[in-house]
């Protein structure tokens, strides 16, 4: 591959996908280097899918070794034994994704992703990170917005029945389809520090519940020092507790974040694999649209509950930091 034209393998190889969404966005993926950080099952979803479709390169980072919670989401995690022993998470996952697409190449970082600096995030086009502190969110966030180069930034978490993905892409020009042709048309996207720092007050009422839960949990978590999805229910009376002050601080009615929510968030702190597939579909989707610049990108927040089966898609952005 030279960067500029398919080879005749690739062609053959995606040739139902370019006929669905072009040549010109199958060169873009086929170029594009993604970085994706915690191999949990809605990642191992989204991997699966953006490998298929034929991205460039995808380099894994996850030193952990496996659990039982990884065993029971990820389905890239081979079931014996004598394989796991002794590799990580995103090695194992590694050797599983190579077998999908033979095509991409797929590699293994280790280290611990916030001790890295800006020049390093600078080699890929996507950073895709999840099971991350709220710190770490902001911290990688901020990284890919200092290079020169626009880094598309999604985060992504699970929990139980629930999901959410966040999503910058900075300054983004992309083409949409009209009846007469394309226009070109131009987003701007705040910040994951400027999105969640938007008065709740100044929220529509018919804001994602799941918005304020999963805002909640975050700073849980943060504030006992807890790693994301070490919680349980001997936490939820704290939870409670400091729901009833960011509401306060906030000056918002309790009633946006239903105890019930909560409860289901703090219970089921692992992942619900037919939830993964749906989060990591739609993370698989959008990231594919952000590469090849073709459709409607999401703006900026995506909920999904299983309990009603919705997915609900969320600009929260401050109107005064946009231009």
Same mark, same amino acid.
């Given at each position: 591959?030279?960067?500029?034209?398919?080879?005749?393998?690739?062609?053959?190889?995606?040739?139902?996908?370019?006929?669905?969404?072009?040549?010109?966005?199958?060169?873009?993926?086929?170029?594009?280097?993604?970085?994706?950080?915690?191999?949990?099952?809605?990642?191992?979803?989204?991997?699966?899918?953006?490998?298929?479709?034929?991205?460039?390169?995808?380099?894994?980072?996850?030193?952990?070794?496996?659990?039982?919670?990884?065993?029971?989401?990820?389905?890239?995690?081979?079931?014996?034994?004598?394989?796991?022993?002794?590799?990580?998470?995103?090695?194992?996952?590694?050797?599983?994704?190579?077998?999908?697409?033979?095509?991409?190449?797929?590699?293994?970082?280790?280290?611990?992703?916030?001790?890295?600096?800006?020049?390093?995030?600078?080699?890929?086009?996507?950073?895709?990170?999840?099971?991350?502190?709220?710190?770490?969110?902001?911290?990688?966030?901020?990284?890919? !917005? #200092?290079? &020169? %180069?626009?880094?598309?930034?999604?985060? /992504?978490?699970? =929990?139980?029945?629930?999901? @959410?993905?966040?999503?910058?892409?900075?300054?983004?020009?992309?083409?949409?389809?009209?009846?007469?042709?394309?226009?070109?048309?131009?987003?701007?996207?705040?910040?994951?520090?400027?999105?969640?720092?938007?008065?709740?007050?100044?929220?529509? !009422? #018919?804001? &994602? %519940?799941?918005?304020?839960?999963?805002? /909640?949990?975050? =700073?849980?978590?943060?504030? @006992?020092?807890?790693?994301?999805?070490?919680?349980?229910?001997?936490?939820?009376?704290?939870?409670?507790?400091?729901?009833?002050?960011?509401?306060?601080?906030?000056?918002?009615?309790?009633?946006?974040?239903?105890?019930?929510?909560?409860?289901?968030?703090?219970?089921?702190?692992?992942?619900?694999?037919?939830?993964?597939?749906?989060?990591?579909?739609?993370?698989?989707?959008?990231?594919?649209?952000?590469?090849?610049?073709?459709?409607?990108?999401?703006?900026?927040?995506?909920?999904?509950?299983?309990?009603?089966?919705?997915?609900?898609?969320?600009?929260?952005?401050?109107?005064?930091?946009?231009?």
């Amino acid at each position: 591959m030279n960067g500029e034209e398919l080879t005749e393998q690739e062609t053959a190889l995606y040739d139902r996908q370019i006929r669905v969404w072009g040549a010109d966005a199958q060169r873009r993926l086929s170029k594009s280097h993604i970085l994706v950080y915690g191999m949990k099952g809605t990642i191992a979803e989204f991997c699966k899918n953006i490998v298929l479709a034929g991205v460039g390169s995808l380099t894994l980072v996850d030193d952990r070794a496996v659990s039982e919670e990884a065993l029971s989401a990820n389905f890239l995690i081979p079931p014996d034994e004598s394989v796991c022993s002794g590799k990580t998470l995103a090695e194992l996952c590694c050797d599983s994704l190579r077998e999908f697409n033979p095509m991409v190449r797929v590699s293994v970082e280790k280290g611990d992703l916030a001790s890295l600096g800006a020049e390093f995030f600078d080699k890929f086009d996507v950073v895709v990170i999840s099971c991350c502190s709220l710190a770490t969110k902001k911290l990688i966030n901020a990284k890919c !917005r #200092k290079l &020169s %180069k626009r880094v598309s930034f999604y985060a /992504v978490d699970c =929990r139980d029945c629930c999901g @959410e993905i966040f999503v910058d892409l900075q300054k983004y020009n992309y083409a949409k389809k009209k009846t007469d042709g394309a226009a070109e048309c131009e987003l701007q996207y705040p910040s994951f520090q400027e999105a969640i720092s938007v008065p709740w007050r100044s929220l529509p !009422r #018919k804001v &994602s %519940k799941l918005y304020f839960a999963m805002r /909640v949990i975050e =700073r849980f978590e943060e504030a @006992e020092g807890r790693k994301p999805g070490e919680i349980c229910i001997e936490d939820l009376p704290a939870v409670l507790k400091l729901k009833k002050e960011l509401c306060e601080a906030q000056s918002v009615n309790e009633s946006h974040i239903p105890d019930t929510l909560l409860e289901r968030l703090v219970m089921g702190a692992k992942e619900f694999p037919p939830v993964c597939a749906i989060i990591g579909g739609t993370l698989g989707q959008e990231v594919i649209k952000a590469i090849s610049s073709k459709g409607d990108p999401l703006k900026n927040f995506f909920f999904f509950d299983a309990t009603d089966g919705k997915g609900i898609i969320e600009d929260i952005s401050n109107p005064n930091l946009e231009s």
